[in-house]
């Protein structure tokens, strides 16, 4: 837990944007779209396993804030919602880690949204 809590601590007092990180990330059973801001990134989730699903930002985008060149987090403004997202960038490809996420999925499709997802 300690990680998470510095990870997000970076991530809002950092002003630093991630370079090259818009695009459409796959893995199996999985879509994450990413779009760079000024700010940081726009990204939203879609997962499946089997009829099950994971969505995070599908109706809206949500917004995470750079921790470094390659790193950024996210965390709900809610807190009764306890799901954090890391998402590290590399080589065309991004290491997803989630924590407290599985209220955003289907019973068979938890944790679903956190593996590494290559650039289409």
């Known amino acids: 837990m300690h990680t998470y809590a510095l990870a997000l601590?970076?991530?809002?007092?950092?002003p630093a944007?991630?370079?090259?990180?818009?695009?459409?990330?796959?893995?199996?059973?999985?879509?994450?779209?990413?779009?760079?801001?000024t700010q940081g990134v726009e990204f939203?989730?879609?997962t499946n396993v089997g009829t099950h699903v994971c969505s995070l930002g599908e109706e809206e985008p949500l917004?995470?804030?750079p921790i470094d060149g390659s790193r950024a987090a996210w965390s709900s403004e809610d807190p009764a919602d306890q799901c954090v997202v890391l998402l590290n960038f590399s080589n065309r490809a991004v290491q997803v880690t989630t924590k407290g996420c599985d209220s955003y999925c289907?019973?068979?499709?938890?944790g679903s949204m956190a593996g590494k997802y290559s650039q289409k």
């Open 17 to 37: 944007a991630l370079a090259g990180a818009t695009g459409k990330y796959v893995k199996k059973g999985g879509v994450l779209t990413v779009k760079e801001t």
């Open 9 to 14: 601590l970076l991530a809002l007092s950092s």
């Open 44 to 46: 939203a989730f879609n």
């Open 63 to 65: 917004f995470a804030r």
């Open 106 to 110: 289907g019973m068979n499709a938890a």
